[in-house]
Structures are given as C-alpha cells and as structure tokens.
C-alpha cells in the first residue's frame, strides 16, 4: 500500500487545458473497444494508417505451396521485414519463435482442401485457442455469390460476434469463384457484405478499373491481396496503385515468397505502402537490394 498522500499544494490539475479525445487514425474504426483499436493500431502503422501483412496460410486448403514448403527455413527469416503475419495456428505453434512480438492476424476458417468445393468452409479455431495465442486479428473466407455463400457469410457473422466479445478485430477475405467475373461490380459488392456484416477489415484482390469505388463504398479498411505471382514491377505498380486508390495497404503472399529475394520485395513494397515510393524507384531498390544479397 503506498502511503497517504499528505502533501498540500503541490498538485497540478491544469485546469485550463481541455483533455483531447482523439478520434481513432484507422477509417470506420472509431467506435471500436479500446482492445480492439489497440489490436489494430499493431497490424495498421498508426503513422501511416497503413500496413504490410505477409500472407503464408496457403497450407489451410492447398498443403505445402511452392515457397512455404519449409517455414521455419523460407518464412521465418522474413518476419523482421513485414508488418504482420497472416497464418494458421498450426504454423505459429510449431514454427513461428514465440519470442517474435510480430501482430498475428489467424486464419479461423477451413475445411474442405482444394480437391473439393472450398466454399464449404466452417470456422476452424475456437476463440478461447485465439485468445490464448495473443493474436492482434482473426481472418475469415467470405464466398459471396459462391456454393456455400450463406454459411461463409454466417461464418464470419459468428466470428464478429466472438471476436467483438473479446476485443479481437476479425479480417474478411473476399474469396472469387472461378466462375465468377473478377470486377469493381463485384468486389463492391461483396467488400460492402463484409463490412455491414461487422468484419472490422476486408482484404480483397485489386481490379485495374473502379477500385476507388471498391474503396470508397467500404466503410472499414481495405487491404489488397497479392494473388499469383506476376512480374516484380508488375507486382509493385499493383501495390501502388491500390494504394493510391484507397487501399489500407497490403496482404500478400505468393509475390513476396516466390520472388527471388523475398526481403528485398518486402522492403520494396514497404516503401510503396508507408513512403508512397513510386513503382519505378521501388523496383530500383528492389534490384539492388537483391544483387547486394540483402533479399
Ligand atoms: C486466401 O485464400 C488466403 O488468405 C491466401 O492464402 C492468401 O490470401 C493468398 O495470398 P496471395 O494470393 O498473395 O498468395
């Protein structure tokens, strides 16, 4: 018990200066819980209101994808480089150091593997194991106009609905059927689904016309996913370009673990996302951070 403060005179109340209430930097979050903002403002840069997620949860549906064959060998070395993980609870507890303090957004939702129809996904992690896991997000697939679009959707409706119990944000990832067109009419759609459903971000794939509007109509964050490997520039200019429309940043995945020099692409996308680098002059680093052997 400290003692009783007895002293007289010397407290300062600053009677004239308001305390401030500042609003909350990321967009659509301000009426969030303290936890959950607190989460957040580790996975999004509060100086930039941005981030970088390294996506290496390929393994949930598809196995051991090209890049991800050996986390421990191929993925770890990466975790200084990105601003956050996006992963499955099996390759955190067996692969990733406990000792890294980097924000982990869990993948919660599986089921069937890529030999089936995958959106007959259920939720695949218990929030209590969550928890236990000290993760900053969830990340849930949502299939809108897919097979199973109904329970993907009330999937994700029940993970808000743990998630906002405990604070912890959930991350809807808009997933497109094959069938399905890959345009701005689509991904509005099923962005704005996901956000009026509670996801407190939404991670969609970047459409060359009408992606602002894609943005625009969301009222929570946007992060881009990578999708399939393309060209380096090509990887870089989509980066910029998604950013410059709206996007909160980035998830990727295959574009960075496939490279050739997976650090030097992460760097490179980093200086897109946070320095609102040009794709040309991130593409220069990105080149000679490779050739210096830094990727
Ligand atoms: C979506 O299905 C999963 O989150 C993927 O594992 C991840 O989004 C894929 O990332 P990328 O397309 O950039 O390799």
Partial sequence: MPEADTRTGEKKFYEDIPMKTPGFFLKGSNALDWGMKNRLARIFNPETGKTVMLAIDHGYFQGPTTGLERVDLNIVPLIPYADALMLTRGILRTTIPPASTKPIVMRASG?????????????????????????????????????????????????????????????????????????AKYFRLACRICAE?????????????????????????????????IPVKDALTMAYNAVQ???????????????????????????????????????????????????
Avoid at 207 to 218: I, K, L, R, Y
Avoid at 262 to 277: D, E, S
Wanted: proline share 4%; charged share 25%; glycine share 10%.
């Fill in 111 to 183: 089921g069937p593997s890529i030999l089936k129809e995958l959106s007959n996904e259920e939720i695949a992690v218990d929030i209590e194991d969550a928890i236990r896991m000290n993760v900053a997000a969830l990340a849930i697939q949502v299939f809108i106009g897919g097979e199973f679009e109904t329970r993907s959707v009330h999937n994700m409706t029940r993970l808000v609905d743990m998630g906002l119990r405990y604070g912890i944000p959930v991350l809807a990832v808009t997933a497109v059927g094959k069938e399905m067109t890959r345009d």
């Fill in 245 to 295: 429309q709206g996007a909160a940043g980035v998830d990727m995945g295959r574009n960075i673990f496939q490279s050739e020099a997976p650090i030097a692409m992460l760097k490179a996308v980093k200086g897109i996302v946070h320095k609102n680098m040009k794709p040309e002059e991130a593409y220069e680093l990105y080149q000679s951070w490779k050739n210096e052997k830094q990727g």
């Fill in 197 to 229: 459903l509670g996801a407190q971000f939404v991670k969609t794939y970047y459409v060359p016309e009408g992606f602002e509007t894609v943005t625009a109509s969301c009222p929570v964050p946007i992060v881009m996913a990578g999708g399939k490997k």
